[in-house]
């Protein structure tokens, strides 16, 4: 990961939206939301398509594109992640969404939550999905055979 991606992909959460509004969902963003959850729901039926054509290595990255698009969606809807973010911090990694909404979580709760243990579980989930951005995006490319042997072990019934 270069220096410009770990720069985006650590960067501090923003929202174009009011954090003192009652309403969970912003309805200016629902129509982005809705685009992007039917993109993701043809990326799924494209992938189930490919792999009944047992094109599993083709199933498995059209099932990864709906699963971002969906996490993306989310995200967005329910203001984690602003639409500039998704183009900028977010990118191609849906795992920041996650580590988003728990900074957000933790910078909301900041001095308000006094269970130590919450607190301690909430610093361990930003920890453990900081780490496994990290070490996923730096790890090395596997092989075909890995892969195959991956897919084998791991086929729909």
Excluded: C
């Amino acid at each position: 990961m270069g220096k410009k991606d770990r720069n985006r992909a650590t960067a501090t959460p923003t929202s174009t939206t009011s954090a003192a509004s009652p309403d969970l969902f912003d309805p200016r963003v629902f129509p982005r939301s809705v685009e992007l959850l039917k993109i993701a729901e043809t990326d799924r039926r494209a992938a189930e398509a490919l792999h009944q054509q047992q094109l599993y290595p083709q199933a498995v990255f059209a099932l990864q594109q709906a699963v971002e698009k969906t996490v993306k969606a989310v995200g967005l809807a329910t203001r984690v992640i602003s639409a500039s973010e998704l183009q900028s911090a977010i990118s191609h990694k849906a795992i920041n969404v996650f580590l988003f909404a728990m900074r957000k979580i933790r910078e909301v709760g900041n001095g308000k939550v006094t269970d130590q243990k919450a607190i301690a579980m909430l610093e361990g989930y930003i920890r453990a999905g900081e780490s496994a951005r990290d070490r996923f995006t730096s790890t090395a490319k596997p092989t075909e055979a890995e892969l195959e042997q991956w897919i084998s072990a791991h086929r729909f019934p």
